[in-house]
């Protein structure tokens, strides 16, 4: 089983940047589509990016553009570089495996990670 450690959140203002690292154990990571999903205490959980085992994306509309997801297969991480903030992106992420790729969907997990939280301030 894949598990997940989050990291790189914080307190930005509007319109800053972030890096999210998603750092993983298990030996299928390679073999896996990762996604990075979001949670707020007022929207469910919700798919933002998607990518393949080889790199191939996709992303939720709210963030296309500002958003870019990559991996490194040989740290077994996947980051998320986050631009031009916006108030409405505050959220716990989390990253988890995206066995729908390409498709925005969120996995039929029971195992998620801490989370890290992103606060933009407005």
Do not use: H
């Not at 450690?5 to 589509?33: D, H, I, K, P, Y």
């Not at 959980?45 to 297969?73: L, M, P, Q, W």
């Not at 505050?90 to 989370?115: E, H, K, M």
């Amino acid at each position: 089983q894949v598990q997940f450690v989050e990291s790189g959140g914080g307190l930005v203002q509007n319109v800053g940047s972030l890096r999210l690292s998603c750092a993983t154990s298990g030996s299928t990571f390679s073999m896996n589509a990762i996604g990075w999903y979001r949670q707020s205490p007022v929207k469910q959980r919700e798919s933002v990016a998607v990518i393949s085992r080889t790199g191939a994306t996709n992303y939720a509309d709210s963030v296309k553009g500002r958003f870019t997801v990559s991996r490194d297969n040989a740290k077994n991480t996947v980051y998320l570089q986050m631009n031009s903030l916006k108030p409405e992106d505050t959220a716990v992420y989390y990253c988890n495996t995206a066995p729908f790729f390409p498709f925005l969907r969120l996995p039929r997990s029971d195992y998620w990670g801490q989370g890290t939280q992103v606060t933009v301030s407005s």
